[in-house]
């Protein structure tokens, strides 16, 4: 029986080390919210950023490949086609867990990602709902 989009969802959260794909510095956009988000609720997160050092105080990373740490799981608020390119990524790094954030995901790229073995959340709720998002 396949598994249901709250089993996913279950998975994905006792899954971490988390990685944040696409995280922001600027605190108005998704890629931010995401990240305080899972600082808001205590997980350990990585930001995924080529063109910054740092964001919301934690060091960051250019690629899931530069990360001195394995993650289990990832959000992902690129553009559709850069998420194409993450999925590649992610499955190289070993990522098992993949939430394509509403926005981001494209029929390519959860077809691959699926085809390479890896949970997805799609198409469905953002994790800022899931996990309650407080503006801070």
Known sequence: ?????????QSFLASGPFAVVG???DRSKYGN???RCYQQHGHEVHPINPKASEVEGLKAYPSLAALPVKVKA???ITPPAATEQV??????????HIWMQPG???DAAIRTAESLGMSV????????????Y???
Not at 1 to 9: A, G, H, K, L
Not at 89 to 95: L, N, Q
Not at 121 to 132: E, N, Q, R
């Open 1 to 9: 029986m396949p598994e249901s989009s709250t089993d996913r969802i």
């Open 104 to 106: 981001a995901e494209s």
């Open 33 to 35: 919210k995401v990240l």
């Open 134 to 136: 407080r503006e801070s």
């Open 74 to 76: 990832i959000s992902v």
């Open 23 to 25: 995280a922001s510095t």
């Open 121 to 132: 959340i799609a198409g469905g709720p953002c994790l800022l709902v899931v996990m309650g």
């Open 87 to 96: 999925v590649r990524e992610a499955a190289a790094a070993g990522v098992a």
